[in-house]
């Protein structure tokens, strides 16, 4: 067999066994669930991704922020999905593992393209196909633009290499092209033209090439690159997720930056005790931020320093410290020291390293120890994976291995609360309330009041809630509570009680009967108890012109428009409004009063103008009334505003 075909079939052979050991890892994810963490903003909820492809989107994915974030191509693939898989949660998860699957096969090639080793090309793309490190990016939804960063960050990659050996214009502009994608997928590349360079300088044979041409090549890079930051920034701050220097000082953010490179290598080498949230702590470590910087300083000069006789320690130290600047913590966004998904990109840089000097140094044994490891992996992130099954398992996780956080808590609290697991959300919230050490209390108590209605433990929800606002009366949420507990129980005449004993200011009293008032009509469909409170608004204040069209609405919705338009000329009496006055119109249309109708919206074209609506009911009246001339002369005014509102 000659080399070429050798070659051949042990590329197959890597690309077939990265694929197995993928697949083996990720297969489960088809039963997984949406999370509460992200998931729902990015697809849930998301009516933009819902309501298909068009130019509206389009404008939304290219011009607005979303989630402190601006990613329209991640935007376009969660959109593809929806299409094609609704709300099927395990086929969203598995779209992921698919394009990771790409990724650690470009991974290979590119590897492959620069060492023409296939067993060193298989043995890095594995680890970055495995470690566990890259579950959170893999099987979280809402992180598809890590999937995606990455692979067209990989094809921009493997672009470069081609395009460094023969400088052909059409290399260059494919580079170009996947760059921009991969920034329009997740901005974590912003440091790539500056990762080229140091291809040029260490692997490719650039260096006898045009310095300058060198550099002034990755200027397009940059310029796009600060573009897409500047939008990045605007979006988080806008959003309120850019954390100010006052809220985090400087020296805070760079020893934070500085510990967390050494904690991120740890993780590379020790991935146990993963967690999707990490606290931030909030001030200098002073021992630990000085060994940190003593030791990337030491490993950087030695680096460079040998950058000849060993290219990859140089390539793969600066790939990892590189490609992780954007997010290491310098611009500091939300709360989190750090997190596991910030490693898909620069943790390669270590693998490389790795692999490669231990295959050079240890020969047989380097191979047999990196299958071991491999192996090892290939268990732990089975289990890791395990934990993303739904929000429960991961929360659960969390706290398991950061016991002291109470977001992680709080997060279980809603998720055992979204899948009626009661008894367990309360407990929750009692070691919630045991080990919180602020002063203030009532949110957790808020929540365990809601835990014992769900658990049909009525009077002791109504009791916390009760006391909560005895000691705070202006604690909107806690009433909020309340008089939910009191409505959705059907006590109504007890929350009437409630609230007339509650508020001694006659505006209050009302405005908080009238929104109990809204939901037993909008949202409990009971009509009678909604008409009793309006009734007891009109004796608190007979000029209260919503508690008429209250009365007017209930009427309306019971058949009965005669009394709708009764009570609805009361309201018409206090105040006369364009919306009010054309609803009483369309009452009379209701009715068959087909004059009377007309006789209002002619009031109404006197009083406030024509409009589209206007005109067409008046043409149809005119219709009914045997007036063909008159009904046409309006529908045409119709017509001429709808053509104008469509031209603009």
């Known amino acids: 067999m000659s080399y070429k075909n050798q070659q051949i079939k042990s590329i197959l052979l890597s690309l077939l066994l990265l694929t197995i050991l993928i697949l083996s890892v990720y297969w489960q994810v088809q039963k997984f669930e949406f999370l509460s963490f992200d998931d729902f903003n990015y697809v849930v909820k998301n009516k933009n991704i819902q309501n298909g492809l068009n130019l509206k989107f389009f404008k939304w994915a290219f011009f607005n922020s979303h989630s402190s974030n601006w990613h329209p191509v991640t935007w376009l693939s969660h959109l593809l999905d929806f299409n094609f898989y609704g709300l099927r949660a395990g086929e969203h998860h598995f779209t992921n593992v698919l394009i990771h699957l790409f990724n650690s096969i470009i991974l290979f090639f590119i590897i492959f393209k620069i060492r023409k080793k296939s067993l060193e090309s298989f043995f890095i793309a594995s680890l970055f196909a495995i470690h566990p490190v890259h579950t959170e990016s893999i099987v979280w939804i809402a992180e598809r633009k890590d999937m995606l960063f990455a692979f067209f960050g990989f094809l921009s990659v493997y672009y470069y290499i081609d395009y460094s050996r023969e400088e052909k214009g059409i290399k260059y502009l494919l580079t170009f092209f996947f760059f921009a994608l991969s920034l329009m997928s997740k901005s974590m590349l912003v440091t790539l033209p500056f990762l080229f360079l140091l291809f040029d300088f260490s692997i490719l044979p650039r260096e006898k090439s045009n310095t300058i041409k060198i550099f002034c090549e990755k200027i397009p890079f940059i310029l796009f690159a600060i573009l897409v930051s500047i939008l990045i920034i605007k979006a988080q701050a806008s959003e309120g997720a850019l954390r100010s220097f006052a809220d985090s000082p400087l020296e805070i953010r760079v020893s934070n930056?500085?510990?967390?490179?050494?904690?991120?290598?740890?993780?590379?080498?020790?991935?146990?005790?993963?967690?999707?949230?990490?606290?931030?702590?909030?001030?200098?470590?002073?021992?630990?931020?000085?060994?940190?910087?003593?030791?990337?300083?030491?490993?950087?000069?030695?680096?460079?320093?040998?950058?000849?006789?060993?290219?990859?320690?140089?390539?793969?130290?600066?790939?990892?410290?590189?490609?992780?600047?954007?997010?290491?913590?310098?611009?500091?966004?939300?709360?989190?020291?750090?997190?596991?998904?910030?490693?898909?990109?620069?943790?390669?840089?270590?693998?490389?390293?790795?692999?490669?000097?231990?295959?050079?140094?240890?020969?047989?044994?380097?191979?047999?120890?990196?299958?071991?490891?491999?192996?090892?992996?290939?268990?732990?992130?089975?289990?890791?994976?395990?934990?993303?099954?739904n929000s429960r398992t991961l929360y659960r996780r969390t706290i398991e291995v950061m016991p002291e956080h109470g977001s992680a808590r709080e997060f279980l609290y809603w998720a055992l609360m979204r899948s009626n697991k009661y008894k367990e959300a309360e407990k929750v919230i009692n070691t919630l309330i045991i080990n919180n050490k602020e002063q203030d209390l009532t949110r957790y108590y808020k929540d365990l009041g809601l835990v014992y209605f769900k658990q049909g433990r009525t009077d002791e929800a109504i009791s916390i809630l009760k006391h909560i606002l005895s000691q705070s009366k202006n604690d909107k949420d806690a009433l909020k509570k309340l008089l939910f507990v009191y409505i959705e129980d059907g006590r109504i005449d007890e929350a009437k009680e409630f609230l007339t004993n509650f508020f001694e200011n006659k505006n209050e009293l009302i405005n908080e009967l009238y929104n109990v008032a809204n939901v037993l009509i909008?949202?409990?469909?009971?009509?009678?108890?909604?008409?009793?409170?309006?009734?007891?608004?009109?004796?608190?204040?007979?000029?209260?012109?919503?508690?008429?069209?209250?009365?007017?609405?209930?009427?309306?919705?019971?058949?009965?428009?005669?009394?709708?338009?009764?009570?609805?000329?009361?309201?018409?009496?206090?105040?006369?409004?364009?919306?009010?006055?054309?609803?009483?119109?369309?009452?009379?249309?209701?009715?068959?009063?087909?004059?009377?109708?007309?006789?209002?919206?002619?009031?109404?074209?006197?009083?406030?103008?024509?409009?589209?609506?206007?005109?067409?009911?008046?043409?149809?009246?005119?219709?009914k009334l045997n007036s063909p001339h008159t009904a046409q002369k309006y529908f045409q005014l119709a017509k001429k505003i709808e053509l104008n509102n469509r031209r603009y």
């Not at 021992?287 to 030791?295: G, K, V």
């Not at 390669?348 to 192996?375: A, D, E, N, Q, R």
């Not at 009971?526 to 919503?546: G, P, Q, V």
């Not at 009570?567 to 009483?584: F, G, Q, V």
């Open 257 to 389: 930056a500085l510990v967390s490179y050494m904690k991120y290598i740890g993780k590379i080498f020790y991935p146990l005790n993963l967690a999707i949230l990490y606290l931030h702590p909030k001030s200098i470590q002073f021992y630990p931020a000085l060994f940190s910087f003593l030791t990337i300083f030491l490993i950087s000069l030695f680096a460079i320093f040998f950058r000849k006789k060993a290219p990859f320690l140089f390539l793969g130290w600066f790939w990892f410290l590189l490609t992780l600047v954007p997010v290491i913590g310098i611009v500091q966004v939300g709360d989190m020291q750090m997190a596991d998904r910030y490693l898909y990109f620069p943790a390669i840089g270590i693998y490389m390293i790795f692999v490669i000097f231990t295959l050079h140094y240890l020969k047989s044994f380097g191979k047999i120890t990196i299958i071991l490891i491999i192996s090892s992996l290939l268990l732990f992130t089975f289990k890791q994976a395990g934990y993303w099954k």
């Open 522 to 623: 909008f949202h409990k469909r009971r009509y009678n108890k909604a008409l009793l409170l309006f009734t007891d608004i009109i004796r608190l204040n007979d000029r209260d012109k919503n508690a008429y069209l209250g009365i007017a609405l209930i009427y309306e919705k019971t058949g009965n428009n005669n009394m709708a338009i009764k009570y609805l000329l009361k309201a018409l009496s206090i105040e006369d409004t364009y919306n009010e006055r054309k609803m009483l119109a369309t009452f009379f249309v209701k009715n068959g009063n087909n004059r009377r109708a007309l006789k209002e919206f002619l009031y109404i074209l006197d009083k406030w103008g024509g409009n589209f609506d206007v005109y067409s009911n008046l043409g149809k009246l005119y219709s």
